[in-house]
């Protein structure tokens, strides 16, 4: 009896190892993200400095070359990864690199 139950439990536990998709998420504020969430953290930081003309010239070179996008309100992604106040997001239904954005992007205020 114990010999027909490995094959299962063999089963089970490769089917819990396996990777699952992310799921969608819709965005409720409109942010913007990066490749590098070293460079998303530096503008948050230009902005919490105060710094308008350095957040403005580093936001638009990185939106220029791709390195930064835009979420619009309403847009579908799909959430990669995540840290306490960053989530690597994408596109949904894409197989484009996910940009690191603020959570706040994602979830609604209480």
Request: proline share 5%; hydrophobic share 40%; charged share 20%.
């Amino acid at each position: 009896m114990r010999l027909t139950l490995l094959p299962a439990l063999a089963a089970l536990a490769l089917t819990a190892a396996l990777p699952r998709p992310a799921r969608a998420e819709p965005i409720v504020q409109e942010r913007f993200g990066c490749h590098s969430q070293e460079v998303t953290d530096r503008l948050f930081k230009l902005v919490m400095a105060g710094d308008e003309s350095g957040f403005g010239q580093l936001l638009q070179g990185s939106l220029a070359s791709g390195e930064c996008r835009s979420w619009k309100l309403g847009q579908s992604v799909r959430l990669e990864s995540r840290t306490m106040s960053y989530g690597c997001l994408a596109q949904e239904d894409t197989q484009e690199r996910c940009y690191w954005t603020p959570l706040s992007a994602i979830e609604k205020a209480n």
